[in-house]
């Protein structure tokens, strides 16, 4: 799927808002794993005021040794997968999501640029995941190199996945 570049898109801090409002009505939490968004989803989150009554906790996992350190990854979890796809960032999102006890777990992994990823991905790729009482993922390319501007967009799209998760969950 190829992600929308120009600013059609919510903001990042009125998804985090829509988003902890939804968590708060439901009395719900969050706990995020982020790689290619640099932490800017559990910030934004982090922004909305009561953020303390949903957001659990959240890690930038960058490199296989944080994995280890932060999410307790181990070699068999990862046997048969690499970052940058879809089977991972819902792995890591289930990860965060038990170790934190939390209602909902939300995940990513990508690259944001200016350059590809050592897995072969074009800069702009990135895999973002929800896991809860429902799982689902996407693949997004933006055909960017622009770091700065792919990592919001990947927060902006994780958060999105997010909303449309809950709204089609709502009973």
């Known amino acids: ?69 932060l999410l307790g990854l181990t070699a068999d979890d990862v046997a048969g997968m690499r970052g940058e796809t879809e089977p991972y960032a819902s792995m890591v999102a289930g990860k965060i999501r038990v170790s934190h006890r939390a209602s909902w777990g939300l995940g990513e992994s990508g690259a944001a640029g200016p350059s590809g990823s050592p897995y072969g991905d074009a800069p702009g790729h990135v ?29 902006r799209h994780l958060l999105l996945l997010f909303e449309e998760v809950l709204l089609a969950s709502r009973v």
């Open 1 to 69: 799927m190829v992600a929308s570049r120009n600013s059609s898109l919510p903001s990042l801090a009125d998804l985090a808002q829509r988003a902890g409002a939804a968590l708060k009505e439901r009395k719900e939490t969050i706990a995020v794993v982020e790689s290619s968004s640099g932490g800017l989803v559990s910030a934004a989150l982090l922004a909305v005021p009561g953020a303390s009554s949903f957001f659990l906790g959240g890690a930038v996992v960058y490199s296989r040794r944080a994995g280890k350190a």
């Open 127 to 155: 895999c973002i995941a929800v896991v809860g009482s429902t799982t689902r993922s996407r693949t997004l390319e933006t055909g960017s190199h622009d770091r700065a501007a792919n990592m919001d967009l990947f927060a």
